[in-house]
């Protein structure tokens, strides 16, 4: 609500501030009616660690820069250099050259030097969501160092992403980011991870913070496959077993299987596996996996069915058909044989005028290679 028109003071009741890096703490006041021309700038601000000011413990005098308008009641102040800080519980203290010298008591801040920064929030904590759906996760981390927010990075990057610096009720800020995408199966147990980073004013490297969670995509059976076994070829009218395959969530609760007669459908079993007697006319098949999601079904398989007496008869004529071959080859070479034998003998007796009778004999030996 309204501060009142007396001394009053607003701070956020804890802040955990990162060592190495700054620290805002959002401050507002309000003064006695009599005070409100009092305020000038000679005001100076003063964070104690006690409820009484001395010279001693007025450890944190923040210059100008590091403060809002006092004058305006703004207290809010930066320390960049942490290391003036300590876990402890300050207070604000206004000090200006008048009578205007007052100690909030009423609240107080409870600073806490962290080494490790909070690991950031994930809003919804949990994703449970049906394919399709349109999701969008929120990342948030503290920013205490208001100049310095984290920088936040999801992994993976699903899609567009927002980045904010909000501010709480108690004035404080935290950096946030908004990613939206459309659930995917294969999204499913995917971690989706988001990664504060934070600067470090010592020189040192970021130091990080991740949340994650696990993806629970429900979706229709995908990559439907069907496997045979024995493996083709197959002979007629021997027995398969066909088996189907898929990849959902939930789990597959039904399989269907069919065989297609050219654009004709027909039903013909149900289960995982289905054991069949294929011919050349039933050998082609498919099926279908069903779960609470829909339904998803594998692509036509064709089953390389064998006829045993087409392929006994190709056997049958493949050994006659080398058979014919070596007779034949043998055949025309013998014949070649004896008709060179034959050729040279005749020239030769021809040449010489031998009597009919040797002629005779050459034929009889010409007809012996014949016949062989």
């Known amino acids: 609500g309204a501060l009142c028109e007396k001394w009053a003071i607003k701070m956020p009741q804890n802040i955990n501030v990162l060592r190495g890096s700054c620290v805002t703490i959002p401050c507002s006041f309000d003064v006695e009616n009599e005070h409100e021309n009092n305020l000038h ?13 001395t010279s001693e413990n007025a450890k944190l005098k923040p210059t100008k820069d590091m403060t809002g308008d006092l004058t305006k009641k703004d207290c809010t102040t930066t320390f960049n250099n942490t290391r003036l800080l300590q876990s402890t519980k300050y207070y604000f203290r206004l000090d200006c050259d008048n009578d205007v010298k007052f100690t909030f008591t009423q609240a107080g801040v409870d600073i806490s030097l962290i080494d490790d920064p909070p690991s950031p929030t994930l809003t919804p904590s949990t994703l449970k969501v049906e394919e399709g759906t349109s999701v969008s996760l929120t990342c948030s981390a503290p920013a205490p160092c208001w100049s310095h927010p984290p920088a936040l990075t999801w992994s993976p ?10 501010e709480n009720q108690d004035k404080t800020k935290v950096k946030t980011s908004v990613m939206n995408f459309t659930a995917s ?42 496997s045979v076994s024995p493996s083709c070829p197959v002979p007629e009218n021997s027995n398969v077993t066909l088996t189907c395959s898929s990849n959902a969530n939930p789990a597959v609760e039904n399989y269907t299987w ?8 027909t039903f013909i079993g149900t289960g995982t596996s289905l054991n069949i007697k294929v011919s050349r006319d039933i050998r082609r098949f498919f099926c279908k996996a069903e779960n609470e999601i829909g339904v998803g079904r594998s692509n036509l398989t064709h089953l390389d069915v064998q ?21 034949v080859e043998s055949f025309l070479g013998s014949l070649l044989v004896c008709f060179s034998v034959s050729d040279r003998t005749y020239m030769s007796l021809n040449r010489r005028n031998v009597s009919s009778s040797e002629y005779d004999d050459l034929s009889n030996f010409v007809l012996l290679c014949v016949s062989k």
């Open 41 to 53: 700038d000679t005001c100076k601000a003063y964070w104690i660690d006690s409820l009484r000011f």
């Open 157 to 166: 990057n699903l899609g567009q992403s927002q980045e904010t610096l909000q």
């Open 185 to 226: 199966h294969l999204h499913h147990g995917n971690k989706i991870s988001c990664t504060a980073a934070y600067k470090n004013n010592r020189g040192s490297p970021d130091v990080t913070a991740e949340t994650s969670l696990a993806a629970n995509i429900s979706y229709s059976p995908k990559d439907v496959q069907i």
């Open 258 to 265: 069919y065989r297609a007669d050219g654009d004709q459908e």
């Open 307 to 327: 006829c045993i007496i087409c392929a006994w008869y190709h056997f049958s004529w493949q050994i006659v058909k080398h058979i014919v071959d070596f007779t």
